[in-house]
Protein backbone atom coordinates (compact mmCIF):
# COMPACT_ATOMS: atom_id res chain seq x y z
CA UNK A 1 0.00 0.00 0.00
CA UNK A 2 1.66 3.17 -0.90
CA UNK A 3 1.87 5.47 1.63
CA UNK A 4 2.74 8.57 -0.01
CA UNK A 5 0.99 9.04 -3.66
CA UNK A 6 1.82 11.88 -6.07
CA UNK A 7 -1.37 11.35 -8.38
CA UNK A 8 -0.40 13.34 -11.42
CA UNK A 9 2.49 11.48 -13.43
CA UNK A 10 3.18 14.66 -15.60
CA UNK A 11 2.93 18.35 -15.44
CA UNK A 12 2.69 21.10 -18.02
CA UNK A 13 3.02 24.55 -17.77
CA UNK A 14 3.73 27.93 -19.57
CA UNK A 15 7.14 29.26 -18.47
CA UNK A 16 6.55 33.03 -16.01
CA UNK A 17 3.22 31.19 -14.98
CA UNK A 18 2.45 28.76 -11.62
CA UNK A 19 3.66 25.05 -11.35
CA UNK A 20 1.48 23.12 -8.59
CA UNK A 21 2.67 19.78 -7.80
CA UNK A 22 0.39 17.67 -5.12
CA UNK A 23 1.33 15.17 -2.87
CA UNK A 24 -0.96 12.93 -0.49
CA UNK A 25 -0.02 10.85 2.51
CA UNK A 26 -2.35 8.31 4.23
CA UNK A 27 0.02 7.81 7.25
CA UNK A 28 -0.88 10.38 10.34
CA UNK A 29 2.63 9.92 12.01
CA UNK A 30 4.45 11.15 9.38
CA UNK A 31 6.62 14.87 10.64
CA UNK A 32 8.79 15.78 8.23
CA UNK A 33 7.95 16.12 4.52
CA UNK A 34 10.28 16.89 1.91
CA UNK A 35 10.60 17.69 -2.10
CA UNK A 36 13.19 16.50 -4.30
CA UNK A 37 14.31 17.36 -7.77
CA UNK A 38 15.40 14.93 -10.28
CA UNK A 39 17.15 15.62 -13.76
CA UNK A 40 17.83 12.58 -16.03
CA UNK A 41 20.73 10.51 -15.54
CA UNK A 42 20.78 12.23 -11.63
CA UNK A 43 20.54 11.56 -8.51
CA UNK A 44 17.98 14.10 -6.72
CA UNK A 45 18.70 17.02 -5.03
CA UNK A 46 17.37 18.28 -1.94
CA UNK A 47 14.83 21.34 -2.35
CA UNK A 48 12.53 22.60 -0.09
CA UNK A 49 10.85 20.84 3.17
CA UNK A 50 8.32 21.27 5.92
CA UNK A 51 7.82 20.14 9.51
CA UNK A 52 4.26 18.79 10.72
CA UNK A 53 3.91 21.55 12.67
CA UNK A 54 3.57 24.26 10.09
CA UNK A 55 1.94 24.77 7.08
CA UNK A 56 3.87 26.33 4.88
CA UNK A 57 7.27 27.28 4.38
CA UNK A 58 9.04 29.76 1.77
CA UNK A 59 12.42 29.48 -0.22
CA UNK A 60 12.46 32.24 -2.92
CA UNK A 61 10.33 30.74 -6.18
CA UNK A 62 9.46 27.48 -3.76
CA UNK A 63 6.45 27.21 -1.44
CA UNK A 64 5.55 23.94 0.25
CA UNK A 65 2.07 23.91 1.80
CA UNK A 66 1.16 21.49 4.19
CA UNK A 67 -2.62 20.80 4.96
CA UNK A 68 -2.50 17.78 7.74
CA UNK A 69 -6.36 17.69 8.29
CA UNK A 70 -6.48 16.72 4.53
CA UNK A 71 -3.14 14.83 4.62
CA UNK A 72 -2.11 16.44 1.09
CA UNK A 73 1.07 18.89 0.33
CA UNK A 74 1.68 20.79 -2.39
CA UNK A 75 4.72 22.45 -3.83
CA UNK A 76 3.91 25.24 -5.94
CA UNK A 77 6.62 27.23 -8.42
CA UNK A 78 6.36 30.98 -8.92
CA UNK A 79 7.66 31.74 -12.01
CA UNK A 80 8.06 28.51 -13.32
CA UNK A 81 11.18 28.54 -15.31
CA UNK A 82 12.08 25.86 -18.03
CA UNK A 83 15.23 25.10 -16.09
CA UNK A 84 12.63 24.03 -13.49
CA UNK A 85 11.77 20.96 -15.89
CA UNK A 86 12.77 17.80 -13.79
CA UNK A 87 10.89 15.17 -12.14
CA UNK A 88 9.62 15.93 -8.80
CA UNK A 89 9.43 13.39 -5.76
CA UNK A 90 7.62 14.81 -2.42
CA UNK A 91 8.60 12.31 0.46
CA UNK A 92 7.74 11.62 4.02
CA UNK A 93 9.45 10.80 7.12
CA UNK A 94 7.98 8.86 9.80
CA UNK A 95 8.91 8.72 13.98
CA UNK A 96 10.21 5.32 12.85
CA UNK A 97 13.51 4.40 13.77
CA UNK A 98 16.66 5.95 12.20
CA UNK A 99 15.64 8.65 9.09
CA UNK A 100 13.86 6.33 6.69
CA UNK A 101 11.94 8.83 3.77
CA UNK A 102 9.14 7.09 2.15
CA UNK A 103 8.88 8.22 -1.63
CA UNK A 104 6.02 9.16 -3.57
CA UNK A 105 6.17 8.51 -7.42
CA UNK A 106 7.16 11.80 -8.57
CA UNK A 107 5.48 14.21 -11.11
CA UNK A 108 7.46 15.07 -14.30
CA UNK A 109 7.54 18.48 -14.65
CA UNK A 110 7.47 20.49 -18.15
CA UNK A 111 7.33 24.11 -18.40
CA UNK A 112 7.70 25.68 -22.02
CA UNK A 113 9.63 28.51 -23.08
CA UNK B 1 34.07 18.57 -0.20
CA UNK B 2 32.06 15.99 1.32
CA UNK B 3 29.66 14.33 -0.99
CA UNK B 4 28.35 10.77 -2.08
CA UNK B 5 29.84 8.99 -4.60
CA UNK B 6 28.81 6.41 -7.48
CA UNK B 7 30.42 4.30 -10.01
CA UNK B 8 30.74 3.69 -12.37
CA UNK B 9 28.11 5.57 -13.87
CA UNK B 10 27.13 2.97 -16.53
CA UNK B 11 27.68 -0.31 -16.69
CA UNK B 12 27.10 -3.12 -18.54
CA UNK B 13 26.62 -6.95 -17.58
CA UNK B 14 26.10 -9.79 -19.40
CA UNK B 15 23.05 -12.21 -18.57
CA UNK B 16 24.12 -14.44 -15.81
CA UNK B 17 26.89 -12.95 -14.02
CA UNK B 18 27.04 -10.68 -10.75
CA UNK B 19 27.91 -7.36 -10.34
CA UNK B 20 28.65 -4.98 -7.78
CA UNK B 21 27.90 -1.43 -7.55
CA UNK B 22 30.22 1.02 -5.63
CA UNK B 23 28.72 3.69 -2.98
CA UNK B 24 31.01 5.88 -1.10
CA UNK B 25 30.44 9.23 1.05
CA UNK B 26 32.72 11.05 3.58
CA UNK B 27 29.79 13.20 5.10
CA UNK B 28 29.94 11.15 8.27
CA UNK B 29 26.48 9.64 7.69
CA UNK B 30 25.45 6.67 9.63
CA UNK B 31 22.83 5.64 7.32
CA UNK B 32 23.12 4.83 3.85
CA UNK B 33 20.13 3.40 1.08
CA UNK B 34 20.06 1.94 -2.37
CA UNK B 35 17.25 2.62 -4.67
CA UNK B 36 16.17 1.77 -7.40
CA UNK B 37 14.51 3.85 -10.76
CA UNK B 38 12.77 2.24 -13.04
CA UNK B 39 11.96 4.26 -16.63
CA UNK B 40 8.91 6.50 -15.50
CA UNK B 41 8.54 5.07 -12.06
CA UNK B 42 9.32 6.07 -8.32
CA UNK B 43 12.04 4.94 -5.91
CA UNK B 44 11.72 1.66 -4.64
CA UNK B 45 13.91 0.81 -1.56
CA UNK B 46 16.47 -2.01 -1.99
CA UNK B 47 18.40 -2.05 1.00
CA UNK B 48 19.63 -0.08 3.90
CA UNK B 49 21.79 0.45 6.60
CA UNK B 50 21.60 2.63 9.64
CA UNK B 51 24.73 1.37 11.23
CA UNK B 52 27.91 -0.19 10.30
CA UNK B 53 27.83 -3.98 10.12
CA UNK B 54 24.08 -3.89 10.16
CA UNK B 55 21.73 -3.65 7.37
CA UNK B 56 18.03 -4.40 6.32
CA UNK B 57 16.16 -5.81 3.49
CA UNK B 58 13.81 -3.01 1.75
CA UNK B 59 10.73 -3.76 -0.45
CA UNK B 60 12.53 -5.10 -3.92
CA UNK B 61 15.79 -6.95 -1.79
CA UNK B 62 15.37 -10.10 -3.67
CA UNK B 63 18.11 -10.56 -6.35
CA UNK B 64 20.43 -7.99 -4.52
CA UNK B 65 22.70 -7.95 -1.68
CA UNK B 66 24.97 -5.71 0.34
CA UNK B 67 27.18 -5.33 2.74
CA UNK B 68 28.82 -2.66 5.27
CA UNK B 69 32.22 -3.48 6.42
CA UNK B 70 32.87 0.46 6.70
CA UNK B 71 31.04 3.51 7.67
CA UNK B 72 32.14 5.11 4.28
CA UNK B 73 31.47 2.35 2.00
CA UNK B 74 28.03 0.75 1.28
CA UNK B 75 28.19 -1.77 -1.96
CA UNK B 76 25.32 -3.15 -3.42
CA UNK B 77 25.55 -6.58 -5.74
CA UNK B 78 23.55 -7.31 -8.46
CA UNK B 79 22.88 -11.48 -8.86
CA UNK B 80 22.17 -13.32 -11.39
CA UNK B 81 18.99 -13.85 -9.20
CA UNK B 82 17.86 -10.62 -10.19
CA UNK B 83 15.35 -10.79 -13.10
CA UNK B 84 15.22 -7.71 -14.56
CA UNK B 85 17.84 -5.73 -13.60
CA UNK B 86 18.49 -3.34 -16.16
CA UNK B 87 17.80 0.30 -14.29
CA UNK B 88 18.63 3.00 -12.94
CA UNK B 89 20.83 2.97 -9.46
CA UNK B 90 20.59 5.67 -6.75
CA UNK B 91 22.29 5.27 -3.48
CA UNK B 92 21.85 7.85 -0.64
CA UNK B 93 23.21 8.62 2.73
CA UNK B 94 21.41 10.13 6.15
CA UNK B 95 22.24 11.28 9.26
CA UNK B 96 20.14 8.79 11.80
CA UNK B 97 17.54 10.85 13.13
CA UNK B 98 18.19 14.02 11.74
CA UNK B 99 15.53 15.51 9.63
CA UNK B 100 17.31 16.81 6.94
CA UNK B 101 16.20 14.07 4.79
CA UNK B 102 19.21 12.17 2.24
CA UNK B 103 22.10 13.05 0.13
CA UNK B 104 21.55 11.46 -3.42
CA UNK B 105 24.81 10.17 -5.24
CA UNK B 106 24.80 10.57 -9.17
CA UNK B 107 23.47 7.01 -10.07
CA UNK B 108 24.74 4.27 -12.11
CA UNK B 109 22.90 3.15 -14.93
CA UNK B 110 23.13 -0.83 -15.31
CA UNK B 111 22.05 -2.63 -18.40
CA UNK B 112 22.09 -6.13 -19.24
CA UNK B 113 23.35 -6.95 -22.69
Known amino acids: DQQVKQNSPSLSVQEGRISILNCDYTNSMFDYFLWYKKYPAEGPTFLISISSIKDKNEDGRFTVFLNKSAKHLSLHIVPSQPGDSAVYFCAARGDNAGNMLTFGGGTRLMVKP | DGGITQSPKYLFRKEGQNVTLSCEQN?????MYWYRQDPGQGLRLIYYSQIVNDFQKGDIAEGYSVSREKKESFPLTVTSAQKNPTAFYLC????????????FGSGTRLTVV
Open chain 2, 27 to 31: LNHDA
Open chain 2, 92 to 103: ASSINGAGYGYT
